[in-house]
């Protein structure tokens, strides 16, 4: 059974950082690629980053460059997000995110809260 466990959430100032942790269980981690998407109130859930089987290559959205590293550890069975110079707008659940035989799979997700 597939398991992915987002933790690293919270209240943090606008400016400041967190990094955004995501454990899997129950697949061959270093077989996937993995990413992590974010859906903020009363919006659609939206692609935020994704990383290779490898670690080799990355993909961000266009709003987010520059201010976040998507990262993995396959030692670990665990992909990271670390997110800098936070503002308002990126307040919302973060959910980590697998596809494996056409399926996807999703975290229970972690709240992140930028305050002013």
């Known amino acids: 059974q597939v398991r992915l466990v987002e933790s690293g959430g919270g209240l943090v100032q606008a400016g400041g950082s967190l990094r955004l942790s995501c454990a899997a269980s129950g697949l061959t981690f270093s077989a996937y690629a993995m990413g992590w998407f974010r859906q903020a109130p009363g919006k659609e859930r939206e692609f935020v980053a994704a990383?290779?089987?490898?670690?080799?290559?990355?993909n961000y959205a266009d709003s987010w460059k520059g201010r976040i590293t998507i990262s993995r550890d396959n030692a670990k069975n665990t992909v990271y997000l670390q997110m800098n110079s936070l503002k308002p707008e990126d307040t919302a659940v973060y959910y980590c995110?697998?596809?494996?035989?056409?399926?996807?799979?999703w975290g229970q997700g972690t709240q992140v809260t930028v305050s002013l």
């Open positions: 990383i290779d089987w490898s670690g080799g290559n990355t």
């Open positions: 995110n697998a596809i494996i035989d056409y399926r996807a799979y």
